[in-house]
């Protein structure tokens, strides 16, 4: 089964829909994490790179955390494994 493609969401679009809930459970603003596109066309686009260096410096170790999905849960929670799944399906 195909999937629907989807419109991009637009940079103030994205903020508005995640980016207090981002702050309230990742206590760091979620516009450190936008990537290229963001800059170049406005459209929302999270730098999972970019967060992967962050979780680092908090940290994580893929060799003993595992996934960073799975590190995300284990350190923030379920709900922000779960808005983080939402970020990176926009």
């Not at 995640?18 to 979620?30: A, Q």
């Not at 970019?50 to 849960?73: I, M, P, Q, T």
Request: charged share 35%; aromatic share 16%.
């Amino acid at each position: 089964m195909q999937k629907k493609k989807r419109d991009p969401i637009y940079f103030q679009e994205g903020m508005k829909k995640y980016g207090v809930e981002f702050k309230r459970l990742f206590h760091i603003r979620l516009n450190y994490f936008m990537d290229m596109l963001t800059d170049l066309l406005g459209i929302f686009s999270f730098d999972v790179i970019e967060f992967d260096k962050y979780a680092k410096r908090l940290g994580y170790r893929e060799d003993k955390d595992g996934s960073l999905s799975n590190w995300v849960e284990a350190k923030y929670g379920k709900e922000a494994k779960q808005l983080m799944d939402k970020i990176l399906n926009s």
